[in-house]
């Protein structure tokens, strides 16, 4: 005997691909559907819902069905309260936990839909019964990576009580934003997307928004180091993450006019220039840290320089094939995903720039409804990062070197 449930999708389901995404599922899964109800919105701001019966001859199969749809952004009608149960230990959750995506997400608690949190991809929910804080009004529900679940925290199990809205294409493609809609191409004029990018950037700024920027060692040897430099120090960049090359190739510039030992004007290779990056790796031991070698004089230029000088914040993020490593770089895994972690949180635009690693990193990181520019020469960074389940990531390719120097121009010449 087959089993059955009814859910329901309700937004700009159509258009935005949402409707067909889920029927896609049910049938790919060995289900069948049926649709009870489907009122189409015939107005450019009217929503389309749809009530349809998902079976299958299985209830597990069911029950994996109803998952991938929930992820989709259907939600069972007449939804029961998600499932809770206690955390057995520190770092375990309770096996059938509910594994976060990136999308604005509610739980249903008590009868209430409570919105999560601080929502990321691949988390666990956790309720707090009593909102954990003084000034907050009821229960509160937010996401936890496994490795800080904790003994005794009420985890969500299933799928039942669930809400997730993925974010819509919207019709009006107008605005600032406009042009975040196209993916990623090589075929677009650059400068007109390079204009585009500095109205969102612009448009983020004017209404109190936070602007990230990730940035990898291409920007430093492309000799694209001054003007990311100037976008600093101009206001339009309020936190920076990149991993230990990327500072040390800055900070190298700074003290030998060199990047990897390469000469950025004249693209000569001086005497001993390959041993330039340790040399500053030590120079910057020897003060103390970053901050302390640009109290000393010792850096007086650059993105580094810019940063410490605008208390712009920075998260260094280490690896296995680190020199050094420079003593601001956090070279425990856990503590440096922690620290991305706060800035993506805070981020309203994020620019991602050559660097195919810390872009993914970062990606995981960021709610779907941060909006991501990753430019890099490689469309394979921008096919990864969307694919890694950061759909919401515009790209661009091209060449970092040409593309920062534009990009200031456009932000600190173009508007004067």
Not at 62 to 77: R, W
Not at 213 to 236: C, F, K, Q, T, W
Not at 336 to 344: D, G, K, S
Not at 376 to 405: C, E, H, K, W, Y
């Amino acid at each position: 005997m087959s089993v059955s449930r009814t859910v329901e999708l309700e937004g700009h389901i159509i258009d935005s691909g949402v409707m067909g995404r889920c029927f896609g599922i049910v049938m790919d899964m060995g289900g069948w559907f049926d649709i009870e109800q489907f009122d189409v919105g015939t107005r450019k701001h009217e929503e389309t819902y749809a009530r349809m019966r998902v079976s299958a001859e299985e209830e597990d199969v069911l029950h994996e069905i109803l998952h991938q749809l929930n992820q989709t952004g259907a939600t069972l009608e007449d939804p029961i309260d998600a499932g809770i149960e206690p955390a057995p230990d520190d770092r375990v959750v309770p096996a059938g936990f509910y594994s976060t995506t990136n999308h604005p997400t509610e739980i249903r608690y008590e009868g209430k839909w409570i919105g999560v949190e601080r929502i990321e991809m691949d988390c666990a929910v956790v309720i707090d019964p009593d909102g954990g804080e003084d000034d907050h009004d009821g229960p509160r529900a937010y996401t936890k990576v496994l490795n800080a679940i904790e003994k005794g925290d009420l985890v969500v199990t299933g799928n039942t009580g669930i809400r997730v809205n993925p974010p819509e294409r919207p019709r009006d493609a107008g605005g600032a934003f406009g042009f975040m809609q196209g993916g990623v191409s090589s075929e677009r004029p650059a400068t007109t997307q390079i204009g585009n990018v500095a109205d969102a950037i612009a448009e983020t700024k004017n209404r109190g928004g936070s602007v990230m920027v990730v940035a990898g060692p291409a920007v430093i040897h492309s000799g694209a180091r001054n003007d990311l430099a100037r976008l600093v120090r101009e206001g339009y960049v309020d936190s920076i993450s990149a991993g230990n090359g990327f500072a040390v190739h800055d900070l190298e510039r700074d003290l030998y006019g060199t990047s990897l030992g390469m000469d950025v004007e004249t693209l000569e290779h001086p005497r001993k220039g390959h041993k330039h990056h340790i040399y500053t790796i030590s120079e910057i031991i020897r003060s103390g840290g970053i901050p302390e070698a640009v109290a000393e004089g010792k850096i007086d230029s650059g993105i580094m320089y810019e940063c410490v000088e605008n208390d712009i914040p920075f998260v260094l993020a280490g690896s296995i094939r680190d020199d050094g490593p420079l003593p601001d770089t956090i070279t425990d895994s856990i503590a440096a995903q922690n620290a991305i972690r706060e800035q993506a949180h805070d981020a309203d635009l994020v620019l991602m720039l050559a660097t195919l690693l810390h872009s993914v990193a970062v990606g995981n990181c960021l709610p779907s409804t941060t909006r991501v520019v990753c430019v890099d020469i490689n469309p394979a960074t921008v096919t990864q990062l969307q694919d890694r389940g950061s759909a919401q990531t515009v790209g661009m390719v091209t060449d970092i070197g040409t593309f920062v120097p534009l990009l200031a121009d456009e932000l600190l010449d173009g508007r004067e």
